[in-house]
């Protein structure tokens, strides 16, 4: 299926598409930091701040992208702090000439604090109990964390974009692939539930002492380590000391097993290629290439190298433990 265009989301067309779910926009479009989808934050005439996302084509069926607005909508009846979409008309997926949108209302706040201990300790306890909603039940549509799609579809995708430099593809391929082997090796499978999926600083709020979970598009099932590990950063002790910290927390809500721990590394791994092959099957798309020109460059693809190499040997070291 060919590469679809946002070029066609031009303002006067997304006004009317807007419109056309009886909601006025009266100021401008903001143009929001997203690459995946286009989103746009704007006010309209009842005084309310509202996000518009127009969904990118191809990527999710309806009945995928109504499974993540209904796990929002879930988590909200559940007082989890998660932004979900506005429904008009009793629904929350829209249609206009071809393109799929949702309304969210707009929330405002600072980015979250990841070396911030008690934002960790209250972040905990927000998983915790979004993981005790999400285990009531499965997605049935939304696909699952795993090896096939995170690496082996990652891997061939870089491949035929031809952005890997000649010179440098050898050395490359080599680490790649032994990572691939390895990550494989030790990505157990455990009890997969539903998660957020893309769980790190940028989609969580902080305003005034309330935190905010914002962003589900990358909703799937997987381990519950997922929605964690993403804010374990800096030596081992210090990773061990945000970990314990969030789990304080987090057990408060939901049981937690240490075996969990074993698939930190392998999904840092699986997120690393996954998100290279991301970037290489999206490099049709103009904002691509202009918003990550430095992956064209021989510099990043040696810097891959050198980080694939040292999250091979990561691998081999043994896995974060808490003392009882």
């Not at 980015?111 to 999400?134: S, T």
């Not at 997969?192 to 909703?219: F, K, P, T, Y």
């Not at 092959?277 to 049709?284: E, H, N, P, V």
Request: glycine share 6%; charged share 25%; net charge negative.
């Amino acid at each position: 299926m060919s590469e679809f265009s946002f070029a066609n989301l031009t303002p006067d067309f997304i006004l009317d598409a807007i419109e056309s779910v009886g909601i006025y926009p009266e100021s401008g479009l903001l143009a929001l930091n997203s690459y995946e989808n286009r989103v746009y934050q704007f006010k309209a005439d009842d005084n309310f701040r509202y996000v518009a996302k127009f969904y990118r084509p191809y990527r999710w069926s309806d009945e995928q992208i109504l499974e993540e607005h209904q796990f929002a909508f879930s988590l909200q009846e559940a007082e989890v702090p998660m932004v979900a979409p506005i429904k008009r008309g009793g629904d929350s997926l829209f249609h206009y000439q071809g393109y799929r949108f949702a309304l969210f209302p707009s929330v405002g706040g600072r980015q979250f604090e990841m070396d911030n201990l008690d934002q960790l300790e209250i972040l905990g306890r927000y998983i915790g109990r979004m993981h005790r909603v999400a285990g009531t039940q499965q997605f049935k549509h939304r696909p699952t964390i795993n090896c096939q799609d995170y690496l082996y579809n990652a891997k061939d995708a870089l491949l035929k974009s031809q952005l890997l430099p000649m010179h440098l593809e050898t050395p490359f391929v080599t680490i790649l692939e032994h990572l691939i082997e390895k990550t494989e090796q030790e990505y157990q499978q455990v009890e997969q539930i539903r998660l957020h999926g893309d769980c790190h600083a940028g989609n969580i709020l902080w305003s005034g002492e309330h935190l905010m979970l914002v962003d589900l598009d990358d909703c799937r099932q997987g381990p519950l380590i997922q929605d964690l590990w993403m804010m374990l950063n800096g030596d081992r002790q210090e990773q061990l000391v945000q970990l314990d910290t969030l789990l304080s927390g987090y057990e408060e809500f939901n049981t937690f097993e240490q075996r969990q721990l074993n698939l930190i590394e392998p999904l840092r791994a699986m997120r690393m290629v996954h998100y290279m092959g991301w970037i290489a099957t999206r490099w049709q798309d103009p904002a691509f290439p202009r918003n990550f020109s430095w992956f064209a460059t021989d510099k990043y693809w040696e810097q891959q190298i050198l980080a694939l190499k040292e999250q091979f040997a990561t691998l081999h070291e043994p896995a974060l433990r808490l003392i009882p």
